[in-house]
């Protein structure tokens, strides 16, 4: 169990016809950073990609991963990576309980971003470091609710108990008044790594910490070109599901008998910027 009293979060069920996001002034953010080669070490987790798994592009860190991985490590000390802009809270709070029962310490290090989801993840690490440049941000929950009225009126209903369990962790995890989280949630804040110290949401700035180097290869610049793409959509205001439609036909993905697209698809950029310059019209 974790070394500091941190409280478990209570598992909620996903609402029918939601949808997670990352928040996309930080998508746009984190996708223009260099992205981090995989582990050095074997107890090492990397969370470096959105939270939740990602169909379209194969990527995405799920709670099945981690709990992959530390069974893996078994009980030995971690230490948990992350640049990640968030996404799936329902995954994120999964992970958060996977890692707060981990048997010997887990010490999160802040490589870029630890951004809404990721935010509540790296809260389960018994001690935080933040890299010199590195953020978090923190949200009240947020997705979209496909339904009627009522699905909506129970979403809502959700999501106020889902916010609650968000500040009792951070609450635990910083010390601070619950009054004074639920403002900064209010306020989407985002902290630099000095200001998340002073505030208790990390425990110290490392001037060392520093990612490791970026993978390189066609597989990555093809990435790069997907990234790029969606956060160019979803600052237009296109919901996930959408962006995830149109980005499966500007790369010829889409199957009638399979609408989930091949992951690792090169995207066709031409048509890719023709479909953006069309929603732009």
């Not at 971690?78 to 994120?92: A, K, L, M, Y």
């Not at 959700?158 to 995890?173: P, T």
């Not at 048509?271 to 019209?281: D, E, N, P, V, Y």
Request: glycine residues 8%; aromatic residues 6%; contains cysteine.
């Amino acid at each position: 169990m974790s070394l500091r009293k941190l409280p478990e979060a209570k598992a909620f069920q996903c609402p029918q016809g939601f949808q997670w996001d990352a928040p996309s002034e930080v998508l746009a953010k984190w996708s223009e950073a260099p992205r981090a080669a995989t582990d050095e070490a074997d107890n090492v987790i990397s969370i470096l990609d959105v939270i939740g798994e990602d169909w379209w592009s194969g990527g995405g860190v799920t709670a099945k991963r981690i709990s992959a991985a530390l069974r893996s490590v078994g009980a030995k000390d971690i230490t948990v990576r992350i640049n990640s802009p968030g996404g799936d809270v329902f995954e994120g709070i999964a992970i958060y309980n996977l890692l707060r029962g981990h048997q010997a310490k887990v010490t999160v290090e802040v490589l870029g971003w630890a951004a809404s989801a990721a935010s509540i993840i790296a809260m389960a690490g018994d001690e935080i470091r933040m890299g010199l440049g590195s953020f978090m941000m923190v949200h009240n929950s947020w997705g979209v609710v496909v339904g009627n009225r009522h699905d909506m009126r129970d979403a809502a209903d959700l999501f106020d108990s889902f916010d609650g369990a968000l500040v009792d962790i951070y609450e635990a995890r910083t010390g601070a008044k619950r009054a004074a989280i639920e403002k900064l949630l209010d306020a989407e804040t985002f902290m630099s790594a000095s200001e998340a110290v002073d505030q208790g949401f990390a425990d110290a700035v490392d001037k060392d910490l520093v990612a490791p180097p970026e993978s390189s290869g066609q597989a990555r610049a093809d990435a790069s070109a997907r990234e790029r793409l969606d956060v160019l959509l979803a600052k237009q205001g296109v919901p996930r599901a959408e962006r995830r439609r149109l980005l499966r036909e500007a790369s010829g993905t889409r199957d009638a008998a399979d609408p989930e697209p091949t992951p690792g698809a090169v995207l066709d950029l031409a048509a890719a910027r023709q479909l953006l310059a069309t929603m732009k019209a």
